[in-house]
Antibody, heavy 121, light 110 residues
Framework: QVQLVQSGAEVRKPGASVKVSCKASGYTFSSYGITWVRQAPGQGLEYLGWISVYNGMTIYAQKVQGRVRMTTDTPTTTAYLELRSLRSDDTAVYYC??????????????WGQGTLVTVSS | QSVLTQPPSASGTPGQRVTISCSGSSSNIGSNAVNWYQQVPGTAPKLLFS???QWPSGVPDRLSGSKSGTSASLAISGLQSGDEAHYYCAAWDDSLKGVVFGGGTRLTVL
C-alpha cells in the first residue's frame, strides 16, 4: 500500500536548522510530487511548498521562502525538508504528503505520520 | 486569518445530515479544484473528497462535496460518532501561487 514514513521528533535552538525526511513506498516515486504542510500546536494547516520528484522543480510558500529547501533522492525514494534560521513560531508538526505531478493542485494523498519539531532555547 | 473561510464549528446528532461550507475567491475556489481533508485529533490529515476525483478509495459515499462559484461545501449524511474530527478545505490559489487551506471546522456528534 502507498505509505509515507517520516523521521522522528527533533528539538532545536533558535537560529539552528532542521532536516526532516519522508520515506515513500508502494508507488512509482517519480510519477508524483511531494508537498510539505505544517501545523502549529492547536492551529490549522499551513502549506509550505511542493517539489516535483521528476525534475526537482520547487514551489515555496512566501512565509518560509529563503529559509526552506525541499529535495528528493530517487534511489531511496526519500524526500527531505530543511528549514534554517529556526524561530519559536516554527514549532509545529511537519507533514509530508504525496502530491500531484503538477504544482497547481491541492490533492494530497496519503500523508506521513508527522514529525514534531520543537524550537526552544 | 485563513484565505479560505470555514465556520469554526458544526454539530449534529447521529443519523443527521451536516454541511460544512468553505468560502474563497475567484483566484482559488473560483478557478481550481477543492479538496477536503479530515483530521482526527492526534493523527495526520486524510483526503476525504476531491471536487475533481470525487471519492478516494475507502471513503464512504455518504460524504459528498460540491462547488459553486467561489464557494464549496462538504455534506456528511447518516452522521456517526466516528465522524467527529476537524475538517479542512484546500485549493490552489493562482494569485498567491500556492495552496491555501481553510481554518478548519470542528465537527461534534451530539
Amino acid at each position: 500500500q502507498v505509505q509515507l514514513v517520516q523521521s522522528g521528533a527533533e528539538v532545536r535552538k533558535p537560529g539552528a536548522s532542521v532536516k526532516v525526511s519522508c520515506k515513500a513506498s508502494g508507488y512509482t516515486f517519480s510519477s508524483y510530487g511531494i508537498t510539505w504542510v505544517r501545523q502549529a500546536p492547536g492551529q490549522g494547516l499551513e502549506y509550505l511548498g511542493w517539489i516535483s520528484v521528476y525534475n526537482g522543480m520547487t514551489i515555496y510558500a512566501q512565509k518560509v521562502q529563503g529559509r526552506v529547501r525541499m529535495t528528493t533522492d530517487t534511489p531511496t525514494t526519500t524526500a527531505y525538508l530543511e528549514l534554517r534560521s529556526l524561530r519559536s513560531d516554527d514549532t509545529a508538526v511537519y507533514y509530508c504528503a504525496r502530491a500531484g505531478s503538477s504544482s497547481w493542485s491541492s490533492w494530497f494523498d496519503p500523508w506521513g505520520q508527522g514529525t514534531l519539531v520543537t524550537v526552544s532555547s | 486569518q485563513s484565505v479560505l473561510t470555514q465556520p469554526p464549528s458544526a454539530s449534529g446528532t447521529p443519523g443527521q445530515r451536516v454541511t460544512i461550507s468553505c468560502s474563497g475567491s475567484s483566484s482559488n475556489i473560483g478557478s481550481n479544484a477543492v479538496n477536503w481533508y479530515q483530521q482526527v485529533p492526534g493523527t495526520a490529515p486524510k483526503l476525504l473528497f476531491s471536487s475533481d476525483n470525487q471519492w478516494p478509495s475507502g471513503v464512504p459515499d455518504r460524504l459528498s462535496g460540491s462547488k459553486s462559484g467561489t464557494s464549496a461545501s462538504l455534506a456528511i449524511s447518516g452522521l456517526q460518532s466516528g465522524d467527529e474530527a476537524h475538517y479542512y478545505c484546500a485549493a490552489w490559489d493562482d494569485s498567491l501561487k500556492g495552496v491555501v487551506f481553510g481554518g478548519g471546522t470542528r465537527l461534534t456528534v451530539l
